[in-house]
């Protein structure tokens, strides 16, 4: 069973930086895809980023520019470093796994970003 545990949230001022991390059980991590979501209340989920095992990234054209997803393969961790926020990416933030017929979600970290 793969376990998925995010940390790093918290609350931030307007064009301040947060770095999240996703720390990922298991021997196979650099094989994964993962992907950071979020949610906003009375929204959908929406896709941030996302890395893949040959470390090929995209973003949501929201963060682009502000935003960077990496991974450390040798600490079956991945990262999403958040830069010049702004209160609109205030959201619950999820990571995900996903490898072949796997599809783990962690149990998201609040990020609020507010004078």
């Known amino acids: 069973q793969v376990q998925v545990v995010e940390s790093g949230g918290g609350l931030v001022q307007p064009g301040g930086s947060l770095r999240l991390s996703c720390s990922v059980s298991?021997?196979?991590?650099?094989?994964?895809?993962m992907s950071w979501y979020r949610q906003a209340p009375g929204k959908q989920r929406e896709l941030v980023a996302l890395?893949?095992?040959?470390?090929?990234?995209n973003y949501l054209d929201s963060v682009k520019g502000r935003f960077t997803i990496s991974r450390d393969n040798a600490k079956n961790t991945v990262y999403l470093q958040m830069n010049s926020l702004k209160p609109e990416d205030t959201a619950v933030y999820y990571c995900?796994?996903?490898?072949?017929?796997?599809?783990?979600w962690g149990q998201g970290t609040q990020v609020t970003v507010s004078s």
């Open positions: 890395i893949t095992s040959g470390d090929v990234t």
């Open positions: 995900n796994v996903k490898w072949v017929s796997l599809d783990v």
């Open positions: 298991g021997s196979i991590f650099s094989l994964y895809a």
